[in-house]
């Protein structure tokens, strides 16, 4: 596609569920990100890939975030046993590389814990 | 660490007037200096970016310059129209680390 994808738009969980949010980057880009958008804390970063490096994980707020980017292309967020202060908007951001960092943008993932 | 600070909003305009959101920024380092837009119901899209001292980045008619002897990256735009009601973002990146970190947003609004 022409720009970023996310799935689902919306997604309504009962805490102590797990989610899978997906991400689609703009083809060719090797370097996608995802922060997380809340009312309380802002954007704030998650976590880095960049081509076949080990992630930057510095931003996950917990051992129950992770996130894995399988052959260079689709990114997978998932959220273990979800609480109610996970409920935000998720963004996946991708660039055509970590040096030109001009990011474009996913519409986001509203994450909602019941 | 790296912060963004930007004005608190809502900041209210009648059309055509002119614009100011302020920026400032605290970095070890020298970063690259971002505005980002979110128009109502959509995405962050990129308006415009400076990547060294002294650097203009414009587009759409918004205009910042990249100051570091003031930390500041001042977004303008000399007559706003109703179309410009989004919120912004200021943000900056850094060598060896490229997340953004962002300020917490300015919502604008523009009365006809």
């Known amino acids: 596609g022409a720009g970023v994808s996310q799935s689902p738009s919306n997604k309504v969980t009962e805490k102590g569920k797990d989610v899978e949010l997906r991400c689609d980057p703009i083809?060719?880009?090797?370097?996608l990100y995802w922060y997380r958008q809340s009312l309380g804390q802002g954007l704030e970063f998650l976590i880095y890939?960049?081509?076949?490096?080990?992630?930057?994980k510095s931003g996950l707020p917990s051992d129950r975030f992770s996130a894995e980017r399988t052959g260079g292309s689709v990114s997978t967020l998932t959220i273990q046993r979800t609480q109610q202060e996970d409920s935000a908007v998720y963004l996946c951001?991708?660039?055509?590389?970590?040096?030109?960092?001009?990011?474009?943008f996913g519409p986001g993932t509203r994450l909602t814990v019941l | 660490g790296d912060s963004v600070t930007q004005m608190e909003g809502p900041v209210t305009l009648s059309e055509e007037a002119f614009l100011t959101i302020n920026c400032t920024y605290t970095?070890?380092?020298?970063?690259?200096l971002f505005w980002y837009v979110q128009y109502p119901g959509e995405g962050l899209q990129l308006l415009l970016k400076?990547?060294?001292?002294?650097d203009k980045g414009s587009n759409k008619g918004f205009e910042a310059t990249y100051r570091k002897e003031t930390t500041s990256f001042h977004l303008e735009k000399g007559s706003v129209q109703v179309s410009d009601s989004a919120v912004y973002f200021c943000?900056?990146?850094?060598?060896?680390?490229?997340?953004?970190?962002f300020g917490s947003g300015t919502r604008l609004q523009v009365q006809p």
């Open positions: 970095a070890t380092g020298y970063p690259s």
């Open positions: 943000a900056l990146s850094l060598t060896g680390r490229r997340a953004l970190t």
């Open positions: 951001a991708s660039s055509i590389s970590d040096i030109y960092n001009e990011q474009f």
């Open positions: 890939f960049q081509g076949n490096s080990a992630p930057d």
């Open positions: 400076a990547t060294k001292a002294d």
């Open positions: 083809s060719g880009h090797t370097a």
